[in-house]
């Protein structure tokens, strides 16, 4: 009986492990590949995780600015210059086709500007039929304020001002876009007052003539320059082979002078100007010019 009850336990105890081991087992299989939801799987099923390679890249390109349209300049000789601004074409103080041997400007121009009514200033046909002409004196020689927009470039003209030599009144033109302002001096002959350094500002571009007698005297441009504080300074109006006969300065006879504390850089006839490419300090840059 004794070993009846033995062998009764021993079947019982081997029962209850067989149903341990098989309970296990099922719970285990239950669970085999699942993958739980954590905090850093974001819930992506096997084989579909992004990695940061796979991504889409930020939109950096988006928050640039836009690229800056450039001002191209050429140099026509004397005191006109040729300005090209996206589509606009602006023409500076043409000479007449009679002033010296320079030749005769023909262009197809947006704009004219005309600072005076002199024979070295004013061929406005050079500008082509379909230009607007703009004027900073008016016909009786009186100053006169002009605004014109040409898109995202503001043309505007400057009153107060006096040709050298006792000549009358003279005009200046400011020209801004976004990132560049020039300033155009035409045939002016003395330094500045505060109300006209308050209407030109500080130009990243400063045209003035340097030759002198009808104009401002050299020695004078150089407190002129330190009034408007440009980055850049072009000279303008002065005598060279193509108008000898004119009883003005050469471009030489400024740039010898002992107290010039800017540095002096030769270029082309043809620059493309933008903010980026203005010096830090204040340089002369002598234009070579190109006939029409």
């Not at 084989?47 to 991504?55: F, I, L, N, Y």
């Not at 927009?149 to 006096?162: C, K, N, R, W, Y």
Request: charged share 15%; with cysteine.
């Amino acid at each position: 009986m004794q070993n009846v009850k033995k062998t009764f336990l021993f079947l019982l105890l081997t029962l209850l492990l067989v149903g341990l081991t098989l309970g296990g087992c099922t719970a285990t299989s239950e669970n085999a590949g699942k993958i739980e939801d954590g905090p850093e799987s974001n819930g992506n099923q096997a084989g579909t995780s992004e990695s940061p390679t796979d991504q889409e890249e930020p939109a950096a390109a988006a928050d640039e600015e836009d690229p800056e349209t450039p001002l191209t300049l050429t140099y026509l000789g004397h005191s006109t210059f040729w300005m090209e601004y996206g589509e606009a074409g602006i023409l500076i103080d043409p000479y007449q086709p009679d002033f010296g041997n320079y030749g005769k400007i023909d262009l197809n121009a947006t704009v004219v500007l005309v600072t005076h009514d002199h024979t070295d200033h004013n061929y406005t046909p050079g500008g082509g039929q379909g230009a607007t002409v703009l004027r900073a004196l008016t016909a009786a020689g009186d100053w006169q304020k002009t605004d014109h927009s040409l898109g995202d470039l503001q043309i505007a003209s400057v009153t107060g001002t006096f040709h050298g030599g006792n000549l009358g009144k003279n005009g200046v033109f400011v020209l801004t876009t976004p990132t560049l302002r020039l300033a155009y001096l035409g045939d002016i002959g003395h330094t500045l007052q505060a109300e006209e350094i308050a209407q030109i500002g500080q130009p990243d571009v400063l045209f003035v003539p340097v030759g002198g007698h009808y104009t401002i005297d050299p020695p004078e441009v150089l407190e002129l320059i330190d009034q408007l504080s440009p980055a850049v300074v072009v000279p303008m109006h002065y005598q060279t082979k193509h108008n000898p006969d004119t009883p003005i300065g050469t471009l030489d006879d400024f740039l010898v002078l002992d107290n010039i504390p800017y540095p002096i850089e030769p270029q082309h006839s043809t620059l493309k100007l933008t903010s980026k490419g203005m010096p830090a300090q204040t340089e002369i840059w002598v234009m070579k010019y190109t006939l029409p």
